[in-house]
């Protein structure tokens, strides 16, 4: 800003660095120079939350740093500067998928037995490794199967297990997963099939195949804005929605996705493997959703995840975090530690400031 003060957003996504960067290239001078009296949508400026991902993903980061500018010049931290939050605190889920170096049953339940006992009482796993939706028969779907009954042998049934299939499998293949596991009480299973319009009478197949063995059917983790999220909404094809901040084309656009969602009775839980930056901005926002059962956060990946972190990130590891403290986004990033990782990018000043 122009009294100095530096705003955070998280511009991430796996393969597209490039195309990320030079969707902020071409948007930022939209924001450069505009005077935010009251908060606003930087997807309102661009016309656009996003017409794909990449262009999304810079929407969004330069959102979340509008809003953390915002909420600094109010004195606020960004919870306030939301509204009036619903929750003092946020309970988190243990998305332990990448983490998990060895694949194994074995090394799933070891992994799982480790977030227990730190005090999560929710667990996501991502066990399908072999199958994709051409190839996803039982020969291929019996290694994920025993994962996940390895892992819930070792949590027992009180800890929530989540499934995420990450659109490796077809109608016919869910169907039997779900045959599979009802004797495991799944809490939901995440994205098993392709997620557009030619897909909804499938999934609401399988939401209702779900539904009566007890397990939500949950998804739209990659979805872009109100409109998107609007059409698998009114369509009931999911009992849980998970709108990501990186994606979803601003702050405010997530909460007016958060507000669909419980008019119809669809529960909110955002997308969160993400850094520091995102995951901040997450918590802040969870704060305010209507129909919150809890936040996904990436356990034990990298030590970086709070080596990057300047300010004080309130502790994650016990599966519930407190809000923030401070004003705006209540941290930032800097240290050694990033400065050993800052690549030569053009327009990576900021970031080379905030290492020194």
């Known amino acids: 800003s122009a009294d100095g003060r530096s705003g955070w957003g998280e511009a991430t996504l796996q393969g597209q660095a490039a195309a990320v960067h030079e969707h902020v290239r071409r948007l930022a001078p939209m924001l450069i120079g505009r005077a935010w009296a009251v908060p606003t949508d930087a997807s309102g400026v661009a016309g656009t939350c996003g017409r794909d991902t990449a262009e999304a993903a810079a929407i969004s980061a330069l959102d979340q740093a509008l809003w953390d500018l915002l909420a600094q ?7 306030t500067a939301l509204g009036s939050a619903k929750r003092p605190a946020i309970g988190l889920y243990a998305n332990i998928n990448r983490g998990t170096l060895d694949r194994s049953p074995a090394g799933f339940a070891a992994r799982a037995r480790e ?5 999560f009482d929710a667990v996501k ?5 072999e199958a994709r939706p051409d ?11 025993e994962r996940i009954a390895a ?18 499998l077809n109608e016919t293949a869910t169907a039997d997963v779900l045959r599979e596991v009802e004797p495991l009480k799944l809490y939901w299973l995440e ?7 030619a897909h909804f009478a499938a999934l609401r197949r399988l939401r209702r195949r779900a539904n009566d063995a007890g397990v939500r059917l949950a998804g739209c983790e990659m979805m872009i804005g109100r409109a998107g999220f609007q059409r698998f909404i009114e369509a009931g094809v999911y009992d849980v929605i998970m709108p990501d901040v990186k994606y979803a084309g601003g702050l405010r656009e997530l909460l007016r996705i958060g507000e669909d969602a419980a008019r119809h009775d669809v529960a909110c839980s955002p997308h969160n493997p993400s850094g520091p930056i995102a995951h901040v901005h997450s918590l802040h926002l969870s704060a305010h959703l209507p129909t919150f059962p809890f936040l996904e956060f990436q356990y034990g990946e990298s030590p970086l995840f709070f080596e990057f972190v300047s300010g ?12 923030p403290r401070g004003v705006g986004l209540g941290v930032g990033l800097g240290g050694a530690a990033l400065a050993r990782q ?5 327009g990576a000043t900021p970031l080379r400031e905030a290492a020194r």
């Open 115 to 119: 977030v227990a006992g730190r005090g």
């Open 312 to 323: 004080v990130l309130p502790d994650p590891n016990r599966g519930r975090s407190e809000l």
């Open 73 to 79: 010049e109010k004195g606020q931290s960004l919870t």
């Open 135 to 145: 190839a996803a028969d039982a020969a291929r779907l019996r290694p994920g199967l």
């Open 125 to 129: 796993i991502a066990p399908f490794d």
């Open 342 to 346: 800052i690549v030569s990018v053009e």
């Open 191 to 197: 994205c098993p099939i392709a997620e557009d319009e």
């Open 151 to 168: 892992v819930r042998e070792t949590i027992g049934p009180e800890v929530r297990l989540m499934v995420d299939c990450h659109w490796r």
